[in-house]
């Protein structure tokens, strides 16, 4: 077969006003970057039609270490329900260079079911990353500034909450000291890095529903606790309306298209594991605004990705799922079965067998929030037909629908059969009313308890003296009616990476609390779990260059 690179090089492109005509956006009103890129002005979106759209969630198993293929799997279900005459379009995020570079490469679909330009989307694309990042840091520096220029007054700060961002995985970052030099060169105090898919600034810029709503969200972001014990946040530094400058043109989603043309919507990009996972509001809204129906997905496994878009953005946007679609693969379901990760590929039917629990508890948790679940299997090559039939028979068995995408390797075709069962699923049996895992009114400790024992299957919650002290914070501030996000590893139900399948046993540690005043939620930290990754021994980045011109390795 043809790699992605060939795939995507050999694939007509159209240029991006016919992709806007298709769906029906003004093409006066798009901002071109080329010929196959446009950013779409946010104030197309209607929110009547949106009421009328069908959304179909994307999420999965517990993944593999290269994942199972949720953005292949939602790109090819969009071009398989084109091509039975439904009007439909994929919202996804963008990706971050961290993992583009890191461990598993480019993030754009795979095979005869990417969306493209793919080297564009998983570089620079339209400067969305670029932006936010900037964003982060434009308010770090004014912060130092605001510090040093005043500290002559009697003003300095308790405790700085506010961290700098950059979209590279570097583990060096994670804990620094700045200031250092003379007395002109700043105040000496300890900092830190996260990557930027995990700054605040990019749960605002996905979770804002307009302009309006960024500026206020920034304005209230809070940056640390003065001296006094007063909460000091961006609306008293004074500088909301530099950073919505800075943000004024990303806030618009990026319209682009797939290897056979469907309308795509890439627009922001905040992990599952360390954020809440999910593409922006805004693009969500605007394919619902133009499409019948909208695929979008969440991040890594259904505890983490499909539990956030749920809690967080589906209960912030008003939005909620006609259907969800949970990916399994055999190679993950081997894996949590118990076959040593290395033979994965190889057949074993006893091993999907003893996976399947992995598979049961995602799908208990996804009808709890009240989804109608249809389960795709993304078929690899290394795949026999007996570990087919094994999952087959499973789903049939409980009533669940049950398809499997071949996309991958023949592009819309492939998902035909798949399109066809959820388009007849959410005419005959679509999703009830959405039921969230907890309520607003719900203490943080509350809502963390109710998602580790009824979602991850935790015993219990043990929170860290750090995790208290927040706690205390939060409650003294009003904050107990936000959300919560809980950062963790997206390998388990657990916080034990390498506890594949249904552990059972455990208790979740919070040991820390990241008030996020401005995106409105409580980031709950969970055992180990970093906000900076690392690279591995073998970074992506050693397969990357440039080869006659053109960008190899992404994939």
Same mark, same amino acid.
């Given at each position: 077969?043809?790699?992605?690179?060939?795939?995507?090089?050999?694939?007509?492109?159209?240029?991006?006003?016919?992709?806007?005509?298709?769906?029906?956006?003004?093409?006066?009103?798009?901002?071109p /970057?080329?010929? /196959?890129?446009a950013?779409?002005?946010?104030?197309?979106?209607?929110?009547?039609?949106?009421?009328? +759209?069908?959304l179909i969630?994307?999420?999965?198993?517990t993944?593999? $270490?290269?994942?199972?293929?949720?953005?292949?799997? +939602?790109?090819?279900l969009?071009?398989? #329900?084109?091509?039975?005459?439904?009007?439909? #379009?994929?919202?996804? !995020?963008?990706p971050?260079?961290?993992?583009?570079?890191?461990?598993k490469?480019?993030?754009?679909?795979?095979?005869?079911?990417?969306?493209?330009?793919m080297?564009?989307?998983?570089? @620079?694309?339209?400067?969305?990353? @670029?932006?936010? &990042?900037?964003?982060?840091?434009?308010?770090?520096?004014?912060?130092?500034n605001?510090?040093?220029?005043?500290?002559? %007054?009697?003003f300095g700060?308790?405790?700085v909450?506010?961290? !700098?961002?950059?979209?590279?995985?570097?583990?060096?970052? !994670?804990?620094i000291?700045?200031?250092?030099g003379?007395?002109t060169?700043?105040?000496?105090?300890?900092?830190?890095?996260?990557?930027?898919?995990?700054?605040?600034?990019m749960?605002?810029?996905?979770?804002?529903? %307009?302009?309006?709503?960024?500026?206020?969200?920034?304005?209230?972001?809070?940056?640390?606790?003065?001296?006094?014990?007063?909460?000091f946040?961006? $609306?008293d530094l004074?500088?909301?309306? +530099?950073?919505?400058?800075?943000?004024?043109?990303?806030?618009?989603?990026?319209?682009?298209?797939? &290897?056979?043309?469907?309308?795509?919507?890439?627009?922001?990009?905040?992990?599952?594991?360390?954020?809440?996972?999910?593409?922006?509001?805004?693009? &969500?809204?605007?394919?619902?605004?133009?499409s019948? /129906?909208?695929?979008?997905?969440?991040? =890594?496994?259904?505890?983490?990705?499909?539990?956030?878009?749920?809690?967080?953005k589906?209960?912030?946007?008003?939005?909620?799922?006609?259907?969800?679609?949970?990916?399994?693969?055999?190679?993950?379901?081997?894996?949590?079965?118990?076959?040593?990760?290395?033979?994965?590929k190889?057949?074993?039917?006893?091993?999907? !067998?003893?996976?399947?629990?992995?598979?049961?508890?995602?799908?208990?948790?996804?009808?709890?929030f009240?989804?109608?679940?249809?389960?795709?299997?993304?078929? =690899?090559?290394?795949?026999?037909?007996?570990?087919l039939?094994?999952?087959? @028979?499973?789903?049939?068995?409980?009533?669940?629908?049950?398809?499997?995408?071949?996309?991958?390797?023949?592009?819309?075709?492939?998902?035909?059969?798949?399109?066809?069962?959820?388009?007849?699923?959410?005419?005959?049996?679509p999703?009830?009313?959405?039921?969230?895992?907890?309520?607003d009114?719900?203490?943080?400790?509350?809502?963390?308890?109710?998602?580790?024992?009824?979602?991850?299957?935790?015993?219990d919650?043990?929170?860290?003296?750090?995790?208290?002290?927040?706690?205390?914070?939060?409650?003294?501030?009003?904050?107990?009616? =936000?959300?919560?996000?809980?950062?963790?590893?997206?390998? +388990?139900f657990?916080?034990d990476?390498?506890? /594949?399948?249904?552990?059972?046993n455990?208790?979740i540690t919070?040991?820390?609390?990241?008030?996020?005043?401005?995106?409105?939620?409580?980031?709950?930290?969970?055992?180990?779990?970093?906000?900076?990754?690392?690279?591995?021994?073998?970074?992506?980045?050693e397969?990357i260059?440039?080869?006659?011109?053109?960008?190899?390795?992404?994939?």
């Open positions: 077969m043809k790699t992605d690179f060939e795939i995507a090089r050999e694939a007509s492109l159209l240029p991006i006003n016919e992709i806007a005509r298709q769906t029906g956006i003004p093409t006066e009103a798009l901002e /970057y080329g010929k /196959y890129i950013k779409v002005p946010y104030r197309l979106i209607d929110d009547e039609r949106v009421k009328k +759209s069908n969630l994307v999420t999965s198993i993944p593999t $270490k290269s994942g199972n293929g949720k953005t292949t799997v +939602s790109v090819g969009a071009l398989g #329900m084109n091509r039975i005459g439904k009007k439909t #379009m994929v919202a996804l !995020r963008e971050s260079l961290g993992p583009c570079f890191g461990m490469g480019g993030a754009a679909g795979g095979g005869y079911a990417q969306v493209l330009p080297e564009k989307i998983n570089l @620079h694309f339209t400067g969305d990353f @670029h932006a936010i &990042t900037s964003a982060n840091n434009m308010i770090s520096a004014l912060l130092d605001y510090i040093y220029q005043h500290q002559d %007054d009697g700060m308790k405790e909450l506010w961290r !700098r961002v950059l979209d590279v995985n570097d583990r060096n970052l !994670r804990n000291v700045t200031g250092l003379g007395k060169d700043g105040i000496v105090a300890e900092g830190g890095f996260d990557i930027t898919p995990a700054s605040e600034i749960a605002i810029f996905c979770l804002a529903k %307009d302009e309006d709503d960024l500026r206020r969200r920034i304005e209230n972001v809070l940056l640390g606790i003065t001296l006094e014990g007063r909460p946040t961006v $609306k004074g500088v909301a309306g +530099s950073i919505v400058a800075i943000l004024h043109d990303a806030i618009h989603p990026n319209l682009v298209q797939t &290897t056979e043309n469907t309308p795509a919507l890439i627009h922001g990009g905040p992990f599952a594991n360390i954020a809440h996972g999910c593409n922006s509001v805004m693009a &969500t809204k605007m394919a619902m605004t133009f019948d /129906y909208v695929i979008t997905e969440a991040g =890594f496994g259904a505890d983490l990705g499909a539990e956030k878009f749920f809690d967080i589906c209960r912030k946007a008003g939005i909620a799922p006609k259907l969800t679609v949970l990916v399994a693969t055999a190679q993950a379901l081997k894996m949590h079965g118990g076959v040593n990760e290395k033979e994965i190889m057949p074993n039917p006893e091993g999907v !067998r003893r996976g399947l629990a992995n598979m049961d508890k995602h799908i208990a948790n996804l009808q709890a009240g989804q109608t679940v249809v389960v795709c299997l993304n078929r =690899f090559a290394t795949d026999t037909d007996e570990e039939a094994i999952v087959r @028979h499973h789903c049939q068995q409980q009533g669940i629908g049950f398809a499997i995408n071949t996309a991958f390797g023949e592009g819309g075709k492939g998902a035909e059969a798949f399109a066809q069962l959820v388009v007849e699923t959410i005419e005959n049996q999703s009830a009313p959405l039921k969230l895992m907890y309520d009114a719900d203490d943080i400790e509350t809502k963390v308890r109710k998602i580790a024992q009824k979602i991850y299957g935790a015993n919650v043990v929170l860290k003296p750090a995790a208290r002290k927040k706690l205390t914070r939060i409650k003294e501030l009003g904050l107990e009616h =936000f959300p919560v996000c809980i950062a963790k590893t997206q390998y +388990s657990s916080e990476a390498k506890a /594949y399948g249904l552990p059972t455990f208790d919070i040991r820390d609390f990241v008030i996020n005043t401005g995106s409105e939620m409580i980031v709950a930290v969970a055992g180990d779990m970093m906000r900076m990754p690392g690279l591995p021994k073998s970074p992506q980045a397969r260059d440039v080869v006659n011109g053109v960008i190899e390795g992404l994939s």
